[in-house]
């Protein structure tokens, strides 16, 4: 489920890229907190108020462009208020560091044209970053999620402990995806699907054996759906797994040291643990 820019080869988190998005950008405000860079070089309003460590430093007002719109990461609840994991860490990140944030939603396909631009400071968006492209425009912060590939199964289902096990199962798998490729390469039986919810449909009613996807996206499948008979049989390892952080422009080291400052000291207090509970019914803030 991850709103993530990967390079062709990364074999995790992928499937979420082309995720929800909003019919049109809004703006919501927020006095609690959040955090990041903003471009030196575009003419905008917040560049008006001075660099982004200048305004970290005399606790003024940081911009995040974020989805509104990408739940558990980025949504609206019940009441009309944006939360989400990546929301939230934003503000705490914020109250940290003791400015206030404004929140700018956007559509992913524009979100980091719109940093790159000055539209905003930084994106909180469970962007992990690691296309060497998008490296070369770009820094992250200190991660405050990490996550991989997932294999999901029948909770009475014992026989899949690797990749290696599931040779000649089926397995339900949109056909683009890189889990669909990962479990081509484990020469699993393909049964195509159209995404996430069908396949985990297809396991329950025994029509496959098994998918696979986002370690996120099935932690936040389980604690919604706590009695659907599934559970998560195998996970990538360590070496694997991909950290989402706060993301800035190129140019801003210092402030990005201090974003980076302010989620290690989230770690460190349980803050990121608490949210991760909260969301996904685990800390996803550790590889």
């Given at each position: 489920m991850k709103k993530t820019l990967f390079s062709a080869a990364t074999l995790v988190l992928l499937a979420a890229c082309g995720g929800?998005?909003?019919?049109?950008?809004?703006?919501?405000?927020?006095?609690?907190?959040?955090?990041?860079?903003?471009?030196?070089?575009?003419?905008?309003?917040?560049?008006?108020?001075?660099?982004?460590?200048?305004?970290?430093?005399?606790?003024?007002?940081?911009?995040?462009?974020?989805?509104?719109?990408?739940?558990?990461?980025?949504?609206?609840?019940?009441?009309?208020?944006?939360?989400?994991?990546?929301?939230?860490?934003?503000?705490?990140?914020?109250?940290?560091?003791?400015?206030?944030?404004?929140?700018?939603?956007?559509?992913?396909?524009?979100?980091?044209?719109?940093?790159?631009?000055?539209?905003?400071d930084i994106v909180a968006n469970q962007v992990a970053l690691t296309s060497p492209e998008r490296q070369a425009t770009f820094d992250k912060a200190e991660p405050y999620t990490w996550s991989g590939a997932a294999m999901m199964a029948r909770a009475d289902d014992d026989r899949f402990k690797s990749l290696a096990d599931i040779k000649g199962i089926k397995a339900a798998q949109t056909?683009?995806?890189?889990?669909?490729?990962?479990?081509?390469?484990?020469?699993?039986?393909?049964v195509p699907v159209d995404g996430m919810a069908q396949a985990l449909t297809l396991v329950q009613q025994k029509r496959a054996e098994l998918t696979l996807n986002d370690e996120l996206s099935f932690l936040d499948y389980l604690k919604k759906n706590p009695d659907s008979g599934l559970k998560i049989v195998w996970t990538a390892p360590e070496e694997q797994k991909v950290g989402a952080g706060l993301i800035v422009n190129k140019g801003n080291d210092e402030a990005l040291a201090k974003l980076s400052e302010a989620t290690k000291a989230l770690h460190e207090d349980g803050t990121l643990k608490r949210l991760g509970e909260q969301f996904f019914g685990k800390d996803v803030s550790v590889k």
């Open positions: 929800q998005q909003s019919s049109a950008p809004t703006q919501s405000t927020d006095s609690a907190s959040a955090a990041s860079a903003a471009n030196n070089t575009a003419p905008t309003q917040a560049n008006v108020a001075g660099s982004l460590i200048d305004r970290i430093n005399n606790k003024g007002v940081i911009t995040v462009g974020t989805e509104g719109t990408y739940a558990p990461f980025t949504y609206h609840d019940a009441s009309g208020k944006l939360t989400g994991y990546d929301v939230e860490v934003a503000r705490a990140v914020a109250e940290k560091l003791g400015v206030q944030v404004e929140f700018k939603e956007t559509q992913w396909d524009g979100m980091m044209a719109g940093l790159k631009a000055g539209r905003f056909l683009s995806s890189n889990y669909g490729e990962m479990a081509r390469e484990a020469q699993a039986e393909i």
